[in-house]
């Protein structure tokens, strides 16, 4: 099943992250349930894979001013029928920056469920969004169509630009591993 590996990497992730459980089953369920769970079309929601990406020196992430939804994000985007989450990620990454990326681990580094307002001709939807660290092999990137803006952001900068929970728990998450 094209699932399969999705779940599977869940299941470790929930081992490590015991404390988001019911993120974590509500995720699973989602899978279980929807077939077409990659698929933009699954008007219920659909798979994305993003990148907290780093600089080469691990100081700064890169953010983007997201031009449809009008705020700081990390880069990602739709699976587009792609099973393999961490390949989206970086996919999404070299689109939307221009840089060179590498992943730093190939399990989930964060998961998230965030719903996505109605547009002209798109409904409200879900996006079960998979998250990856990455690093930029560079630090020049290009400011794609699918933004306002891209910047470099110190890590401890971030409540500067977004007060979006699931970041915060991402600059978390990366601020204890460097402890």
């Known amino acids: 099943m094209h699932r399969r590996k999705l779940l599977d990497?869940?299941?470790?992730?929930?081992?490590?992250?015991?404390?988001?459980?019911?993120?974590?089953?509500?995720?699973n369920v989602f899978l279980e349930?929807?077939?077409?769970?990659?698929?933009r079309q699954n008007s219920v929601g659909h798979v994305t894979g993003s990148a907290w990406m780093l600089c080469p020196d691990y100081q700064h992430v890169l953010l983007t001013h997201h031009k449809k939804l009008n705020r700081w994000l990390q880069l990602g985007g739709h699976s587009d029928g792609e099973?393999?989450?961490?390949?989206?990620?970086?996919?999404?990454?070299?689109?939307?920056?221009?840089?060179?990326?590498?992943?730093?681990?190939?399990?989930?580094?964060?998961?998230?469920?965030?719903?996505?307002?109605?547009?002209?001709?798109?409904?409200?939807h879900l996006h079960f969004d998979v998250r990856f660290l990455l690093q930029a092999l560079e630090k020049d990137f290009v400011v794609s169509s699918e933004s306002n803006d891209l910047r470099w952001v110190k890590i401890e900068d971030i409540p500067k630009y977004t007060d979006e929970e699931s970041i915060l728990r991402m600059r978390d998450k990366w601020l204890k591993r460097l402890t």
């Open 33 to 39: 349930e929807n077939v077409n769970c990659f698929d």
């Open 9 to 27: 990497s869940l299941e470790i992730y929930s081992s490590l992250y015991e404390e988001e459980a019911d993120l974590i089953k509500r995720f």
């Open 83 to 124: 099973s393999d989450t961490l390949s989206v990620a970086i996919r999404e990454a070299r689109e939307e920056s221009g840089l060179a990326v590498k992943a730093l681990e190939n399990s989930i580094f964060d998961v998230d469920v965030h719903v996505i307002p109605q547009r002209k001709n798109e409904p409200k």
